[in-house]
């Protein structure tokens, strides 16, 4: 049998042009080309270790080798058919090309890389069979390198005790009380030995093969690797991520691994995801693979991961120092001139180099006749002599004939002799270079000329755009506040602020013996932190907690989001102790309702940092003291109307006691499409420090609009209780008379017939409008408070659209007003239906009405049943079955939340006691097939906790499959 060759076509900066053998060159590899260190630098020197550099271009490797009995071998390499972000023809015809060349296919990605063994023969033969661009495997992770004089060592501090992060970020706190992230499991990929570095006192028992440990190689298990009798330069790093992981997340389990190609990631990925892996940390770095736009393999891989379950959290690298260079091409002649004037065509390096590519991404979307091609060269030379030097490692690739616009060598980091400096030139082969910016990233000592920190996080992971990715950067000294020069700055190429989050680096570390700084020790901080949040139940996936993460921070440098620091430092509030308040409360209705937050510039209401700030994922936080009256010793719910404004993509809405639910477990409203603007009644359980939170992951402006609170009341009490209907009763219907409320219009009604008005302080009402002409808002405000509207808004209306929201509204001697604003020519019908009303303090006291907040939990969703429910279909809701509810006996009513999603036709949807008639009256309301669409309902239920729903879309339809009905709880009233 031929014997199998990982070829890369290496040059020996020491000598000429060769072949490297892999699989008998280096135990590992490609990776025995090490990379530069991503994390820290503890001491030592290669001194004339020069190294190898090696260029990805099989062609001309191929063409200037001997003759000789080598051909004959089995050559493993990648198609790239550039699927993923330039498109392409497809793997389809790159796994034909290499049957038909008598190769095997290994693996392929999701990002068109197919990885095959090929007969070294016949590797021309394919590459003119193929239109995809053929390569040496492209190992990944730039491997932890130890080496003096490293940029990074400017973020290394002398002092500082073991876990100073653990303090620090105020993790402790949360440990004393039991958080320790005990039940989650963290995948690590990086570097180990474990026989030379694992301590099992701070990192717990050392892995097992195949059970808590996998590494993968151009599709083989190399997990013995991990335990090879002796370690390698930067076997020590995973083991140094391990400890802080620990240190953070005392309780996690860890699980390891290592990935050579992407195929070989993906791979690991769904072996961390069998294991039940919920966070992955990543303290390394990768060569560019994409424009920097959050494309590319390895950031899709990353979003692969979060959809498998998985949040990842990646250092955000440390080129912010002498690592990366940015400019517009200039020519001179046919070479680039560096820098912003001049002509100077020889770009020098510091020292040892690790290159991470050169990149020109303006021209990624181009077909490849539109690309400019360049060719890159490393020269090695006399210090302050380019011209006298040779050219020691190339990159070729022909963009024009479909390689993507980045040239690249593989894995390895080179050390020039003493007297002697390395220079890149990059040489305009063909096309135009107006409009190009040329990019340039090394891992190792660094660039001399024209670097910069801005735009230098627009890497691979780190450019990502999924929620469930988080980008860690550092805070070096550890206890500063300050954000280390070292550290990788945004935006990313499509303008987007990296990194997410920033956290301590520098702490002492007892794998090292010393301290362990840069990103590669801030990620773990992170990724420990996000264990014990997901330990305490505050994130349900993968999105909420990377959510979670970017707000559990305090603000660093200029308010707000910034290319430094993220959201700010990463840093525990004060630990969740005990549960949402379960005391009886009545209710205490503002005057008029009350508008305590609008983020839209022009007309800001709030703090100063939340106002314009529209990112998607966002959570806002806010006191109950901001309420007018409010005392936040004594409010136990906020009643409010959440308005989502100007959505930017689809996604939901959840109101939430703060610290004291889980994120993404249930949701109050639910956006569509991107620009949709979407009001929603919430009754929301205060948590931890009197604060509530809305957390919104369609992104767009906030509205939040309080109509009263609950207050703990003890014992019986007049004023404040909820009395329910025994039916609900329509008040108002305007297509009885088939006028429509026009544009500046109020319409009115009273109180309903057989409830006394003097005992009645609000009335609970579903307000609908329907047959919508414009766009604009209907407000219900008290009878005769005219100097009230405009003030807040009830429905937020689109051209035909029917919805419909529940409002508590004061009475007043004029009843209730509903006002629409809908434009020029615009009008609407409008629907109100009284399902109960809160009492005044003429009322009978009585211990029976009060509202008991609970942890919001979801108590029913008939997707779990996997298929639609059907048109006329009925179904028994359990207020009970949310874990967190204890029911009193016979509930007046409870709070729900209702949800329509994946509907087909237009419908309703009913609510009402599981022992009691059917109403007249719907509780939601859809127009749309696809759509998405909730409203809260005070509905009562059985004596035992039930109600019963029924979903509908009118005779016709009956038994057509109609929707899917997500039923959530937020309290009930006793």
Known sequence: MARRLALVATIVLAGPSSIVDTAT??????????????????????????????????????????????????????????????????????????????????AETPSGVVLAEVPLRSVLDLEAATSATLRSPLVLDVRPQRLAGSGATSGLVTSGS??????????????????????????????????????????????????????????????????????????????????????????????????????????????????????????????????????????????????????????????????????????????????????????????CIAPGGVRWANDWDLPPAQRTDYDVFIHRAPIGNPEAGQIVASSTFRQTDGAPPLELFTNGTACPPSGSKFYLRVQLISGSPAGDVLEILDYADGIAEHTQAPFSAATPVVDSRNPGVVAVGAVDPPASGVVGSYSSQGPTNDGRIKPDVAAPSGSASFTFGGTFSGTSAS???????????????????????????????????????????????????????????????????????????DTRPTSPIGPAPLIGDRWPGRIVDLPVDRIPGADPDQVTAVVANVTVVSAERPGFTQAFPTRRATLSGFSNSNIDTATQTRPNFMVVPVGADGTFSIYSTSGGDLLIDVLGTFESSDGPVAAGRLVELPAAQRVLDTRSTGVPVATGQQIGFGVPGGVNPAHVAALVVNVTAT????????????????????????????????????????????????????????????????????????????????????????????????????????????????ASFELSA?????????????????????????????????????????????????????????????????????????????????????
């Open 25 to 106: 060159a280096g135990a590992h590899g490609p990776d025995a080309q090490h990379g530069h260190d991503h994390g820290h630098d503890h001491g030592d020197d290669h001194g004339d270790d020069h190294g190898e550099l090696a260029s990805l271009d099989l062609r001309s490797t191929i063409e200037r080798a001997p003759a000789g009995p080598w051909r004959h071998e089995t050559v493993t390499l990648e198609l790239v058919t550039g699927e993923l972000v330039t498109g392409g023809h497809g793997t389809a015809e790159a796994r034909a090309a290499v049957t038909d060349a008598g190769g095997t296919v290994i």
């Open 162 to 351: 073991v876990a100073d992060h653990v303090a620090i970020t105020g993790a402790d706190a949360w440990h004393e009380v039991g958080f320790t992230g005990a039940g989650v499991r963290v995948g690590v990929i990086d570097f180990f030995n474990v026989p030379a570095f694992w301590d099992t006192d701070r990192m717990g028992p050392e892995p097992i093969p195949g059970v808590t440990a996998r590494c993968l190689e151009f599709g083989a298990d190399c997990s013995s690797q991990f335990f090879a009798p002796a370690p390698e330069i930067g076997d020590d790093h995973g083991p140094a991520v391990v400890e802080i992981i620990r240190d953070m997340a005392p309780d996690a389990q860890i699980y390891v691994g290592r990935a050579a190609t992407e195929s070989d990631y993906y791979a690991l990925v769904d072996w961390f995801a069998e294991q039940g892996v919920r966070i992955v940390n990543r303290s390394l770095g990768s060569r560019y693979d994409g424009p920097g736009d959050g494309r590319g393999a390895l950031t899709a891989l990353a979003d692969y991961a979060v959809g498998r379950g998985l949040t990842w959290v990646n250092s955000g690298g440390n080129s912010g120092l002498d690592r990366y260079y940015r400019q517009p091409v200039r020519l001179v002649g046919e070479y680039v001139a560096f820098g912003p004037s001049g002509t100077n065509t020889w770009l020098p390096f510091n020292g």
């Open 523 to 597: 990620a773990p901080v992170v990724a420990g932190g996000a264990a014990v949040l997901l330990g305490a139940g505050l994130a349900a996936d993968s999105r909420s907690l990377g959510d979670l993460v970017r707000h559990t921070v305090i603000d660093r440098g200029p308010a707000g989001r910034d290319n430094v620091s993220g959201t700010g430092e990463f840093r525990f509030p004060a630990p969740p102790i005990g549960a949402v308040t379960g005391e009886p409360s009545r209710y205490v209705p503002l005057a008029t309702p009350t508008r305590v937050l």
């Open 771 to 882: 047959e919508t002409r414009g766009i604009g808002f209907v407000q219900a405000f008290p009878g005769g408070r005219t100097d009230e509207i405009g003030r807040t808004s009830t429905l937020n209306l689109t051209d035909g659209a029917t919805s419909a929201n529940t409002v508590i509204v004061p009475v007043t001697s004029g009843g209730v007003g509903l006002h629409a604003e809908l434009g020029p020519g615009g009008s609407a019908h409008l629907i109100a239906d009284v399902t109960g009303y809160i009492t005044s303090a003429a009322a009978p006291s009585s211990e029976r009405g009060r509202f008991v907040p609970v942890r919001p939990g979801r108590a029913f969703d008939s997707r779990e049943l996997g298929a639609l429910l059907t048109s006329g279909a009925t179904a028994d809701v359990r207020a009970g079955d949310v």
């Open 890 to 974: 016979s509930p007046t009513a409870v709070v729900w939340n209702l949800t329509a999603t994946g509907t087909s036709i237009p419908g309703f949807l009913s609510g009402w006691p599981a022992d009691g008639p059917e109403p007249p009256t719907s509780a939601l309301n859809w127009t749309l097939a696809g759509t998405t669409v909730a409203n809260a309902g005070i509905i009562a239920p059985s004596a035992d906790g039930v109600m019963r729903i029924r979903v509908d879309a009118g005779p016709l339809a009956a038994g057509s499959p109609l929707t899917h009905t997500i039923v959530d709880v937020f309290g009930y009233f006793t």
